[in-house]
Structure formats: structure tokens, C-alpha cells
């Protein structure tokens, strides 16, 4: 976590296999291994597990830049074709379960519920005044990795409050995706019961993001009635708003912003290399966006993935003040700076804006490993359009129009553009408000899955197949039949 950096080497199953490089952070001395089991003596003893569990979200850069390409928004980019193979074959829709990206969110997701686990398996080992904080913080990682997990892959293994160990692949099955549902409500209940609406640190979970977490929970289970309660909790604690000016928010000097539910927090510390991606402390996701080549004000350069299409850019209506947030329209802007750049596979003349890299990140090292700009994981605006779509289809129009005009007027400035409809007419402008503002966030393509658009929406996308990914044919391999592959792979 930024500005809480523990140095540990921990050594952690993902489910089977142990993570190829030790997770080190930084300036420390190893403290504890995750094996030991006379641990959890003290409360820094649990502060220094939790800020572990904290440090796996920054490998969620993947799942946001493969989760952003696999949709209409963007298409791969890259170098050339055989770039990042893994990513083009997802953009391609022909990945299957030998794919090391998709083995990356695998085993780094998991890596994450292990950390909580090991912290949840002794939580009655030693009593602290701040004791419920530390665990509901840890159950709400626990759901967030979860979370991850089910919409990528369906149904995962389950194993309660206990670490996975190296054979449990081949006796514990893999749980229903109503049961890992079930497992990160009640996750998220006992967070919400526990935490504090406001962090003690930044980037440390409050009551909000875990009731922002719970109601896109509900939402993707199609319980509206209950994400509509529980996401309107959100909006009416009076502790959130959007931010007036939507060109700032991704900016690094407006992190944690009031607009800001929950953010992973990055930060330049060296420690990366491509042979060990998930070690970076910065965010991955940042550099790949970049600019191929670039020479120019404001940008720095790097690898041109993650391309937004000319259909994404002309998506935004006249007067809409996203689009050129959003999506750097590379030709405009080159006239208009005397800025040169060079072309990369499936060039489109766009690039990600909110997440490119921008000249004085001061980033140690490759700064295409260590970029400090955090993630906006949830953010208000996204919770207004989910609480606005939760609302009307449970029924209540007005709610749901209400919601969703509050984003529109930020932005076009006015009420000129709010939206007068109801009933499935709104539903699909509440739906075609998501993309528009959360492009280049990495919810397309869960979005339309969820809506059952992405057979329609995507090219090569085969329904009964592409809704989730295949597990890695190495979990399968070692499960020895226990796990079944998922349909079609």
C-alpha cells in the first residue's frame, strides 16, 4: 500500500503451484514466512499479514487491461502479433486453457485469497482492541479476489477459513458460482458490520467500498432489489460525490479523491521486471497503454496495447466532455503539439488516456513497470449508474433516471441532456452510460456478458463459451479429474 510498505518474502500457493518469484516488497529485512505457524502474536503481526494481503491487488493491472481488450471497447495492440500472445488470442476470442495471462489472474487472485486465508485461519489466535477492523478488512480483500475470480472463471474451489496446501486440488471441488456468491456476501456483510465509514490510511477499505463491492455483487447476480438498497446506502452517506471537473480524476495528483469508493494504491518502487510482473509495486497497466515511440508534451511512451476503436470514440455524443478524457485521439493531437509517435499492430489513432503515462511520474526504474498512477477501482459515478440500473429494473424509474442524469450532467455541463425514459428504453441508456464513462476501466466486458450483449457486441464471441474464461490447464493437470474444465474449452 502506498506510503505502508512492509517488506515480507512469503512463499504462496496459488491453489497448486508456488508463485515463480519470492513477493518481495521493500527496504526490510524478511520478516515471517506464510508457513509459519507461530505467528500472529500481536497486532502488528496481523497489520504486517493485512498489508501483505493489500500488496496482491497490484497485480490486478492484468485483469484490468485483458478485461478491457477481450470487450468492443478496444483491440490488443502491441508490437506485432505475437506480442503478449496470450492478450492477442483473447482479443481474437481463440484463448484457451494454455494462456499465460489468463493463468497470471488465476494464480494471482488467488495468491490474494490465500494471504487473507492464512490471516482468517488464525483470527482467534491473539485478542487487540482494533481486532474486527483487521478482519473485516481482510474479508473484504477475500471477496474483492473472489469477485475477481468467479467473473473470470465461474465457479472456483472454496476452502473456508484455511489456506489452501499443495493436494487439496485433487479433494476439494470446485464450488457452484452461487456458492462463491454466497461466500462474498457474507464476506462483505461482515465487513460492512465492521469497518469504519472512513479509512484510518488511504486505500485501506471503509464501510462504503464494501457496500459499493456487495450492491456489483448483487447487480451481477441480477438481485436488484437488493443492490438497489444497499448501493443507495452508498449514495445517501453523504460520503462520496463526483468530482466537478471529470478531466482531473485520473490524474496522479487527484488520487483518492472524493469521487473514489475504493482505489488500489501504486506506487514507483523498483522491484519489477518482466520475468516477475506481480513483484511491481506500480502499475503495469499504465506502461502497456503508452504511446509507442512518443515524443511529445504530457505523455511519456510505451507499449501500445489496450487500443480504444474508432466505434468507442464515436460512441460520445457532441458536447460530451469524456470523450477526449478518456481517449487520446493521437493524430489530433500530434497536429496540434508537433508530438511523433510511431505505429504499433492494429493501430486505431487512439490510446487509453486515463491510464497512460504522463511526463513526471518520477518513476524509478523501467517506468513502464513502475508507474505510480493507482487504479480507480470503483468510483462514485459507477456506483450511481449501477445503484440507477439496480433501481429501475426493480421497478423504480425514478430513482434510476435520477442516478443516471447525475452522471450525464457532469458531463455536458447542463440538463439539457437528461434522459426521459423508462422501463427497458432506460435500462439500455443506462447500460450505453456505462461504457461511455467508464471506458478504459476494465468493466466492458463483464458488462456485457452480465446484460447478455457480448455475443452481439464482440466479434468472434460464441455464447455458451466465451461468458468466462478456461482454467489454466495446469490446475486442471494437477486436480487428477477433480476439477472439470469449463464448457467448451
Known amino acids: 500500500m502506498k506510503k505502508y510498505i512492509l517488506v515480507t518474502t512469503v512463499f504462496l500457493f496459488s491453489i497448486v503451484t508456488i508463485l515463480s518469484c519470492s513477493d518481495e516488497f521493500v527496504d526490510r529485512e524478511a520478516q515471517y514466512s506464510i508457513d509459519s505457524e507461530n505467528y ?53 476470442m481463440n484463448h484457451s486453457a494454455v494462456n499465460s495471462n489468463l493463468k497470471n489472474i488465476w494464480d494471482w487472485m488467488f495468491a490474494g485469497v490465500q494471504r487473507c486465508n492464512y490471516i482468517l485461519e488464525f ?14 478488512e ?6 474483492y479476489y473472489h469477485f475477481e475470480l468467479v467473473k473470470w472463471f465461474g465457479g472456483i474451489p472454496l476452502n473456508g477459513d484455511k489456506r489452501f496446501k499443495v493436494g487439496d486440488e485433487k479433494t476439494i471441488p470446485r464450488a457452484s458460482t452461487a456458492e462463491v456468491y454466497a461466500s462474498i456476501e457474507s464476506d462483505l456483510l461482515f465487513a460492512i458490520a465492521n469497518l469504519n465509514p472512513t479509512a484510518s490510511q488511504l486505500g485501506r477499505a471503509t464501510k462504503g467500498s464494501a457496500q ?3 450492491g456489483k455483487a ?26 466537478t471537473n471529470y478531466n482531473t480524476i485520473f490524474e496522479n495528483n487527484n488520487e483518492n479523491n472524493i469521487e473514489s469508493v475504493f482505489e488500489v494504491q501504486y506506487t514507483d518502487a523498483q522491484g519489477a521486471s518482466f520475468d516477475c510482473l506481480q513483484c511491481s509495486e506500480g502499475n503495469v ?56 509517435y510511431g505505429t504499433g499492430y492494429k493501430h486505431t489513432g487512439f490510446f487509453n488516456r486515463k491510464y497512460l503515462p504522463r511526463k513526471g511520474d518520477a518513476n524509478i526504474g523501467d517506468q513502464n513497470l513502475t508507474n505510480p498512477n493507482n487504479y480507480r477501482a470503483i468510483r462514485y459515478a459507477d ?12 421497478g423504480n424509474d425514478t430513482k434510476g433516471r435520477e442516478y443516471l442524469n447525475l452522471v450525464r450532467r457532469r458531463a455536458f455541463g447542463d440538463t439539457f441532456h437528461d434522459i426521459s425514459a423508462s422501463g427497458a428504453a432506460l435500462t439500455d441508456f443506462i447500460w450505453a452510460e456505462r461504457k461511455l464513462e467508464l471506458i478504459g476501466e476494465g468493466h466492458r466486458f463483464f458488462d456485457l456478458v452480465r446484460t447478455n450483449k457480448a455475443s452481439t457486441s464482440i466479434s468472434g464471441f460464441i455464447a455458451g463459451k466465451h461468458e468466462i474464461f478456461p482454467i489454466p490447464i495446469e490446475e486442471i493437470q494437477f486436480s487428477n479429474g477433480n476439477w472439470q474444465q469449463n464448457p467448451n474449452y
Open 40 to 92: 500472529f502474536n500481536s497486532e502488528q503481526d496481523y497489520q504486517d499479514a493485512l498489508v501483505g494481503a493489500y500488496d496482491l491487488l497490484h497485480s490486478s493491472f492484468m485483469n484490468v487491461l485483458v478485461g478491457e481488450i477481450a470487450s468492443d471497447n478496444t483491440v490488443s495492440g502491441g508490437e506485432s502479433a505475437n506480442d503478449v500472445v496470450g492478450i492477442q488470442q483473447i482479443d481474437e
Open 123 to 136: 483470527k482467534d489466535k491473539t485478542d487487540f482492541p482494533n481486532k474486527n477492523q483487521v478482519i473485516a
Open 138 to 143: 481482510t474479508h473484504f480483500l477475500r471477496a
Open 212 to 214: 459499493a463491492l456487495l
Open 218 to 243: 448483487y447487480l451481477y447476480q441480477n438481485k436488484f432489489a437488493d443492490a438497489a438498497t444497499v448501493l443507495d446506502q452508498v449514495i445517501t452517506s453523504g460520503n462520496y460525490d463526483l468530482v
Open 285 to 340: 497497466a499504465v506502461g502497456f497503454n503508452g504511446i509507442r515511440n512518443y515524443s511529445g508534451p504530457n505523455f511519456d511512451s510505451g507499449f501500445s496495447f489496450n487500443l480504444p476503436t474508432q466505434e468507442a470514440y464515436d460512441a460520445y455524443e457532441v458536447g460530451d466532455n469524456r470523450r477526449d478524457v478518456a481517449i487520446l485521439n493521437i493524430v489530433t493531437w500530434a497536429a496540434a503539439t508537433s508530438a511523433t
Open 383 to 394: 456506483v450511481l449508474l449501477m445503484a440507477a440500473e439496480a433501481f429501475n429494473r426493480s
